[in-house]
T-cell receptor
Framework: EAGVVQSPRYKIIEKKQPVAFWCNPI?????LYWYRQNLGQGPELLIR????????DSQLPKDRFSAERLKGVDSTLKIQPAKLEDSAVYLC???????????????FGPGTRLTVL | AQKITQTQPGMFVQEKEAVTLDCTYD???????LFWYKQPSSGEMIFLIY??????QNATEGRYSLNFQKARKSANLVISASQLGDSAMYFC????????????FGTGTRLKVLA
């Protein structure tokens, strides 16, 4: 079974340029997450989707970040314009929807390492 | 507010020995889950073990066990018989049932297994 797929793995851009990351979750997983992981830190949630609906985007900097998950399968995260402080690893994860309870095993992709110069 | 604290930025352990990675948490929600993930240098986060707040017994998964002390709000990961492949970053995470079921991670502990 294929895991979570992300592309590109690495991206180097100059500040003020746009950038987009793509994620394909594990087949059948209805919940998809985008995280940002700064160097030496744990992942921080940017947005969570349940199917097509963004159910938690409270941490997404909406002035420059946008995301979409058309048809409730793969997803794209975009930054425009990029700033130096956006340099980080962007992780995508997916899981089955947790219907109550707290158990929620997330499966992560390898991440996209973004460097903004 | 939820909070996860990992106070050990780095740990060393001799191969075949056991090691404990510390994690303390804070939440006002009585129902929550605690998770440990491993992140090797390749970058992919790998789920290791889960403990529910109402679980009576400590969770175990192979060489991994979770020392859950609810009153102290701690959920330490114990790795028995360490292997060289265990060298990685380890993250403690928590998910509660308040609000949006937010999932938060600690800052991680880098484990190095010595031959």
């Amino acid at each position: 079974e294929a895991g979570v797929v992300q592309s590109p793995r690495y991206k180097i851009i100059e500040k003020k340029q746009p950038v987009a990351f793509w994620c394909n979750p594990i087949s059948g997983h209805d919940t998809l997450y985008w995280y940002r992981q700064n160097l030496g830190q744990g992942p921080e949630l940017l947005i969570r989707y349940e199917n097509e609906e963004a159910v938690d985007d409270s941490q997404l900097p909406k002035d420059r970040f946008s995301a979409e998950r058309l048809k409730g399968v793969d997803s794209t995260l975009k930054i425009q314009p990029a700033k130096l402080e956006d340099s980080a690893v962007y992780l995508c994860a997916s899981s089955f929807r947790s219907r109550g309870g707290t158990y929620n095993e997330q499966f992560f992709g390898p991440g996209t390492r973004l460097t903004v110069l | 507010a939820q909070k996860i604290t990992q106070t050990q930025p780095g740990m060393f352990v001799q191969e075949k020995e056991a090691v404990t990675l510390d994690c303390t948490y804070d939440t006002s929600d009585p129902s929550y889950g605690l998770f440990w993930y491993k992140q090797p240098s390749s970058g992919e986060m790998i789920f290791l073990i889960y403990q529910g707040s109402y679980d009576q017994q400590n969770a175990t998964e192979g060489r991994y066990s979770l020392n859950f002390q609810k009153a102290r709000k701690s959920a330490n990961l114990v790795i028995s018989a360490s292997q060289l492949g265990d060298s990685a970053m380890y993250f403690c995470a928590m998910r509660d049932t308040s609000g949006t079921y937010k999932y938060i991670f600690g800052t991680g502990t880098r484990l190095k297994v010595l031959a």
